[in-house]
Every structure is written in C-alpha cells, then in structure tokens.
C-alpha cells in the first residue's frame, strides 16, 4: 500500500486569519446572545454617519437626545466624528440604509486583538526568540476575552463604538513602533496612527507619548518633525471641528450636554476635569471588587460606575513586575509613560464610565498592561496560567451576561 504524504502547511501563514475569525464569532456571538441577531442599542453613529455624508456635523431630529448637546438649536455629539466615518462604508454598501453599530464595533474588535498578537509576535521574535509561539497566542487570546476589550467590543452602544474604534488606532500606533530597530518612517506612521485615534477619543491620542519616549535618547530633528507633523495635522482638524459647531476651538460641547442630572451637578461644580474626582475613579478602576456569591452555582454581582480591572483581570496584575526594569528598558518605560497620561487623564475626569462592565476607559492602555506582562514572563508560559485564567474567562463573561 503506497502512503500518501501531505505536506506540513506553514502554521504561520493560517493562525491570524484563524484566530480573527475565531475571535470574529465569539464576539459576535457574545454580543446577540449566540442568536447572531443584534439587537437595539444606543446608536448615533447611524445617523451621524448620514449626517456627514450630507455634509453636516449635527443629528438633525435626533430619535433621542441623552448625551447629546444643544447649540443654537442643533443637536451635536460631544465626542469626534471617528466612528461615524468608520460606519459609512457599510452604509454605503447598504444602499443608504441604517446599519446596526455593532457591525462596525466587531470589526474593529477583532483586527485590534490581532495587532495585539502581532505585537507580541514582534516582540517574541525581537527580545525573547526562545519563547514559543504559544505564549503569544495565550496572551492574546487573554486580552482578548479577559479584559474590557471583550465587553466593549460585543455592545454596540454609541460610546463603545467610539471607543473600539479608536483603540485599534491606538494600538495600531503602538504596533508600528514598538520594534528594535525604528526609523523615522515607523515614528511618521505610528504618529499619524495616533492622530486618527485623536479625532475619536482624545485620551487614545495621548499615546503620542510613547513615539516620544522611544525617541528620546536620539531625538533628531527628523525624528521629532515626523512625530510632531501628523499630531499638529489631528490637533488642527479637531480644533476647527469644535470651531465650526460651537465657535470655539476649545469647546467640546459638554458644557450643552443633556445628561443625568448627577453627572451634570458634578460638571458644574467641580468642572469636567479636577483633582477632585480621582479619588473616586481610583477606587473604582483599581480598588472596587465585584461581588461572587453562590447561587446554584457561582454568581456574579457588579459595580455600574466601575470594578477594580486588576480583580476582573488578575494577569494584569503581573505587569507592575517590569518596574524594577523601567530605567533600563526603553519599551518598559515607554510603555509605563503611556500608561500613566492615559490613565491620569481619566482619573480627573467627572464621569467614570457608568454604566459598564469593568472600567471602560481603561481600554485606553490596557492592551499596555498585557504587553508588560508578557514581557515580565520573557515570553513563557507558566503550569498556573491555564489555572488562572479560567477565572479571568468566566468572570469577564458572566459581566457580560450580566449586562444583557
């Protein structure tokens, strides 16, 4: 009998598209209760999306108007047009129809887990090349579903939306650079990655920090004018966007927002940004715990204005072992400067994300925290991570639930 031999595919070549596809499903399936179906949720991308392709940056008769602003008798979202102008290619494709929102969040969901492998990839290949392609699925696979990316990613909500979307442009940004040997090219496109992240959510901007960083010790003038043009190009379209809805380049429009009554008392006594709101969002984005009981099986009980994302994600935890290395590390460094403008600016910040799962706006820099974690373990997996894990998995998707 003649044996038949199939050659050995290239593993390499099939495990992204894989893996997307995979993570692709899950969310989507997360997101619909498994029915594949979305369902209503909170949606001015839609018709900010049709706003923008008639050439206007107001919701004209807005179905609702939580969480929008009134000025001079338009109705304006207060955050960038970002996600909006992500959604018009499937509206287009729709034949001008609306397009549930969800369709852009999964999307973009995924490709940002998969620049997240990439990244690890890179940085397996670069520093620790004995380390098994394994541990950089397995921490992918745990930012993934073990972090606020899981629950952000299967909402589909206007402000999540605005959020994914913007994130994947930050670690995009993140991806570019984060290599052993740069060139003022990988700080031109990491810097205009950053710039698009800007005009969605400002904080993922802030990352800028880390091309500068990176560059610090051999800042030349090419170097510093190939992070600066890109950034001074987003800061310039954001400022004339605020100028032309509100007349003001330094007016975001929260100042008209219809709101809960709470958040707006709190506005307009302390200012959206002070000092006195960080006690308060420390408590909740590092220190709440989530509530575990036992009800027929474990049960899980949650915070709306926020839960500690090291309880929720404990592997996050292990990122604070790279500290000892911060003078020495470049990327370290970098990366814990990234970690605390991000954080800060959402520390003095009035809102702590209410409602949600987790600490939202920790989205901004958590894919930072697994990176320093990966980098603690040199790459390699230990026999309790599996052990652990189980835990991250459950307790992120029973949040989810939860919420549903």
């Not at 994914?164 to 700080?187: E, L």
């Amino acid at each position: 009998m003649k044996m038949i031999f199939i050659p050995c595919m290239n593993y390499k070549r099939f495990a992204a598209p894989v893996f997307a596809a995979f993570v692709f499903l899950a969310y989507f399936g997360t997101a619909t209760q498994w029915s594949f179906r979305p369902g209503w949720a909170i949606d001015y991308i839609n018709p900010m999306a049709q706003a923008l392709l008639n050439g206007r940056l107001d919701i004209p008769n807005p179905a609702m108007t939580y969480d929008l602003a009134l000025y001079n008798g338009r109705w304006y979202m207060t955050w960038g047009v970002l996600a909006a102008a992500a959604h018009i290619p499937l509206q287009l494709i729709a034949g001008g129809r609306f397009v549930p929102a969800i369709y852009t969040s999964l999307p973009f969901g995924t490709a940002t887990v998969l620049m997240v492998w990439l990244m690890l990839e890179r940085i397996r290949n670069d520093w620790f090349p004995k380390a098994t392609a394994w541990s950089t699925a397995f921490f992918a696979f745990l930012y993934a579903f073990g972090t606020m990316q899981y629950y952000l990613s299967s909402v589909g909500s206007v402000w999540q939306v605005n959020q994914v979307v913007s994130t994947f442009f930050g670690v995009a940004g993140t991806a570019v650079i984060f290599r052993k040997n740069r060139t003022s090219r990988d700080y031109l496109i990491s810097s205009l990655l950053y710039g698009i992240a800007l005009l969605g959510r400002p904080t993922v901007g802030l990352l800028s920090v880390i091309p500068l960083s990176l560059a610090y010790r051999n800042l030349t003038r090419r170097n510093l004018f190939a992070i600066a043009l890109p950034l001074a190009l987003a800061m310039s379209i954001l400022f004339f966007y605020n100028a032309v809805r509100f007349g003001n380049p330094f007016e975001t429009g929260h100042r008209f927002l219809t709101e809960a009554a709470e958040l707006a008392a709190k506005r307009e006594e302390h200012g959206m940004i002070s000092l006195f709101y960080i006690p308060t969002n420390v408590w909740h984005m590092i220190a709440a715990p989530p509530r575990i009981s036992w009800n027929n099986g474990p049960a899980l009980d949650i915070d709306l204005m926020g839960n500690s994302i090291f309880l929720l994600s404990p592997f996050l935890v292990f990122a604070f072992g790279t500290l000892t290395r911060i003078r020495s590390n470049t990327l370290i460094a970098s990366s814990w400067i990234g970690i605390a403008v991000t954080a800060g600016a959402s520390l003095v910040y009035y809102n702590t994300g209410w409602m949600q799962f987790g600490y939202r706006y920790a989205l901004d820099f958590s894919f930072l925290l697994v990176i320093l974690a990966y980098i603690r373990f040199a790459g390699r997996l230990r026999w309790w991570m599996p052990l652990l894990s189980l835990y991250t998995l459950w307790v992120n998707y029973a949040g989810i639930r939860l919420l549903q």
